[in-house]
């Protein structure tokens, strides 16, 4: 009985890990951005927040299929950001006041 389930079960609810895993935000030079992740989105059809898609690709689909390539070529502006690390090599001073674009905050 459990050879027949599997036999005819396998394909339509079981999958393989990919080799090489899709990152939504992953550039074509390698680097990675970072996710959005509370931004909601629309792919095929269905809504989903930038982080559960980049989790369902991640763990579903190859950096070169066309799911993940199409994801990209419609979300990778909507879900993704470069992070700015404005002190590079440097240390931030946490509580330091400082006006940016008309706004006053913290460094940290």
């Known amino acids: 009985e459990c050879k027949a389930a599997k036999s005819a079960l396998f394909e339509p609810c079981c999958y393989q890990s990919p080799f090489d895993p899709c990152v939504l935000c992953a550039s074509t030079d390698?680097?990675?951005?970072?996710?959005?992740?509370?931004?909601?989105?629309?792919?095929?059809?269905?809504?989903?927040?930038?982080?559960?898609?980049?989790?369902?690709?991640?763990?579903?689909?190859?950096?070169?299929?066309?799911?993940?390539?199409a994801a990209k070529a419609e979300l990778q502006e909507s879900c993704c950001f470069e992070k700015c690390d404005i002190c590079a090599n440097g240390n931030l001073y946490w509580d330091n006041p400082v006006e940016f674009n008309g706004v006053t905050f913290a460094c940290g």
Do not use: H
Request: net charge negative; glycine share 10%.
């Open 30 to 69: 390698g680097k990675a951005g970072e996710i959005r992740e509370n931004v909601d989105v629309n792919f095929y059809g269905s809504t989903t927040t930038c982080s559960n898609l980049n989790s369902f690709l991640v763990a579903r689909e190859e950096q070169l299929g066309f799911m993940c390539q």
